[in-house]
T-cell receptor, first 112, second 112 residues
């Protein structure tokens, strides 16, 4: 089976930096997505990593190490509106390449 | 309106009834997906479709039926609703395998 692990909850202070980790053990790997989901809303796309390394997009960055089965999402200069759940999702290979397999999500609370 | 829309947004139904959740997208995306989201489980794939008239099972297909006679529509039917199908259902679409998925706003279904 596919296994994608993220911490369940995290708390961080406004203005700080927080790193949300995602580890995966899957039968194949074609890329990793990060989504943000505010309570009661739909997930929205943040980033997509296929190759090893860091992708930066404003206050958000995402890192991937394929050899270690590991990714993280880095949020800088935290704002209250960043309080949300963050979902990592793996695109598999072969017949599973159409789908995204999601982790259970990390609920981030930003406090003043 | 452009985008992906789900209807209804909220639905309460009784055990044993048939229920259909609608999903409509205006982008002509090839790939469409149905997920359910439950506390402690994250997003789990029910069914997906690579094109009109092509559908396949995901991780949790039992008790659900889909069809895709037109590219833009992907309805999900619960043939005989059970309490375990109480959940938030998200429809999503993608234009390609390496592209982000766009999610509808979700349908909160309660089976009593």
């Amino acid at each position: 089976g596919q296994n994608i692990d993220q911490p369940t909850e995290m708390t961080a202070t406004e203005g700080a930096i927080v790193q949300i980790n995602c580890t995966y053990q899957t039968s194949g790997f074609n890329g990793l997505f990060w989504y943000q989901q505010h309570a009661g809303e739909a997930p929205t796309f943040l980033s997509y990593n296929v190759l090893d390394g860091l992708e930066e997009k404003g206050r958000f960055s995402s890192f991937l190490s394929r050899s270690k089965g590991y990714s993280y999402l880095l949020l800088k200069e935290l704002q209250m509106k960043d309080s949300a759940s963050y979902l990592c999702a793996v695109r598999l290979t072969g017949a599973g390449s159409y789908q995204l397999t999601f982790g259970k999500g990390t609920k981030l609370s930003v406090i003043p | 309106d452009a985008g992906i829309t789900q209807s209804p947004r909220y639905k309460i139904t009784e055990t044993g009834r048939q229920v259909t959740l609608m999903c409509h997208q205006t982008w002509s995306h090839s790939y469409m997906f149905w997920y359910r989201q439950d506390l402690g489980h994250g997003l789990r794939l029910i069914y997906y479709s690579a094109a009109a008239d092509i559908t396949d099972k995901g991780e949790v297909p039992d008790g659900y039926v889909v069809s895709r006679s037109k590219t833009e529509n992907f309805p999900l039917t619960l043939e005989s609703a059970t309490r375990s199908q109480t959940s938030v259902y998200f429809c999503a679409s993608r234009t390609g395998l390496d592209t982000e998925a766009f999610f509808g706003q979700g349908t909160r279904l309660t089976v009593v």
